[in-house]
């Protein structure tokens, strides 16, 4: 049993709920967004909520059940509120800066690193070591995100790179000899 699925997902009044067919369309202030339903799946749309059915008790229509249901409680959140990841920059020289809508990294390369955000996306950098990601596609913030934090992962030794805000990086000890041993 998907306890997830049967939860009904509330609409705000300023949200819009359109079910053309098999596409649930989505629309509020923040944008709009649209999703296929898996064929198994139903979606009914009563007053000021969505809720999701499955046919059977199949493990295949309870995982999408649940699946289909969280999507949808995104896409409602992501339309209202928004998605946000913060990232911060640590270590000497590292920084980064905005060029139009490009953002600029400068994290140790011989070169600056441009990344362009997709349509939808929004980077903001508050100060030279801190970067934010918004945007109301949930899965599509947080892919920008990894990929920031890709161009130069936090490395173990000193912590420097670009981690999540309030990410703890362990840190390894180093050579025995630089500690005073011998």
Known sequence: MSRIGEMPVPVPKNVEVKLDGRVLTISGPKGSMSHEIPERIGVEIAEGEIVVTRPSDSRTDNSMHGLT??????????????????????????????????????????????????????????SATKVTVRGADKQLVGQTAASIRAVREPEVYHGKGIRYAGEHVPLKAGKAGKIGIG
Do not use: W
């Not at 946000?84 to 994290?107: F, H, M, P």
């Open 69 to 126: 249901r969280s999507l949808i409680g995104n896409m409602v959140h992501g339309v209202t509120e928004g998605f946000e990841k913060s990232l911060e920059i640590i270590g000497t020289g590292y920084r980064a800066s905005k060029d139009g809508r490009t953002l600029v990294l400068q994290v140790g390369y011989s070169h600056p690193v441009e990344i362009v955000p997709e349509e939808g996306i929004e980077i903001d950098v508050p």
